[in-house]
């Protein structure tokens, strides 16, 4: 499984912009998708997850409310939304892959995802 993330750039405070993640090979349409962000120096957390059915979303705390995930499983593409964004929202975000979990749910633990993409770079100017 490959994944490969866009959308990243430059965007003043307040601002918003689209992520996407694009995925090859497996499944697509049966793997939780999630992503995540990493500022240097910072360990990688959590952002948001989806189930393979979008029935079922899990977001943290400091985005609750501005970002939505949602996928298309005929375009083998993840997205993420970010509204009124904020100077800490400045990562690189990753998109990534639970291939192995099978159940209705998303979640956030990051040993469970299998694979990555490369990351893309959002920078919010304050």
């Known amino acids: 499984v490959q994944l490969q993330a866009s959308g990243g750039g430059l965007v003043q405070a307040g601002g918003y912009l689209r992520l996407s993640c694009t995925a090859s090979?497996?499944?697509?349409?049966?793997?939780?998708m999630g992503w995540f962000r990493q500022v240097p120096g910072k360990e990688r957390e959590f952002v948001a997850a989806i189930s393979w059915s979008s029935a079922s979303t899990t977001y943290a705390d400091p985005v609750k409310g501005r970002f939505a995930i949602s996928r298309d499983n005929a375009r083998n593409t993840v997205y993420l939304q970010m509204n009124s964004l904020k100077f800490e929202d400045t990562a690189i975000y990753y998109c990534a892959a639970a291939i192995t979990y099978t159940g209705p749910y998303a979640f956030n633990l990051m040993r469970e995802y299998d694979y990555w993409g490369q990351g893309t770079q959002l920078t919010v100017s304050s």
């Open positions: 090979g497996g499944t697509f349409s049966s793997y939780v």
